[in-house]
Nanobody
């Protein structure tokens, strides 16, 4: 199971920290990712991290503002979101990869959380 939390309604420039609690089976040795989706649009990668945290990948739109991290001892994934913008408004999903290596493709992620809404108003 993947359980995302931490979403909410904030103002432009505010910060939020998303968390994703995972089962050990899903989390250990697998890359993890955060995706987001706006109604009527495709799900897009926000950030991804390799199994040991040694490699990360970010969407150009969030580079320098968002930071992905993981705590393997606690099977938890994080997304620190700073300087939020209205265009960051979306449902955010955490996902567990099919292997240890990060990917930008949703098809390379096997398990998905239920999503948490982030709304940024101007």
């Amino acid at each position: 199971q993947l359980q995302a939390s931490g979403g909410g309604s904030v103002q432009t420039g505010d910060s939020l920290r998303l968390s994703c609690a995972a089962s050990r089976r899903m989390f250990s040795n697998n890359a993890m990712g955060w995706f987001r989706q706006v109604a009527g649009k495709e799900r897009e990668l926000v950030a991804a991290i390799s199994w040991n945290g040694g490699d990360t990948r970010y969407a150009d739109s969030v580079k320098g503002r968002f930071t992905i991290s993981r705590n393997n001892a606690q099977n938890t994934l994080y997304l620190q979101m700073n300087s939020l913008k209205p265009e960051d408004t979306a449902v955010y999903f955490c996902a567990a990869g099919i292997d240890a290596y990060i990917s930008v493709s949703p098809g390379r992620y096997r398990y998905w959380g239920q999503g948490t809404q982030v709304t940024v108003s101007s």
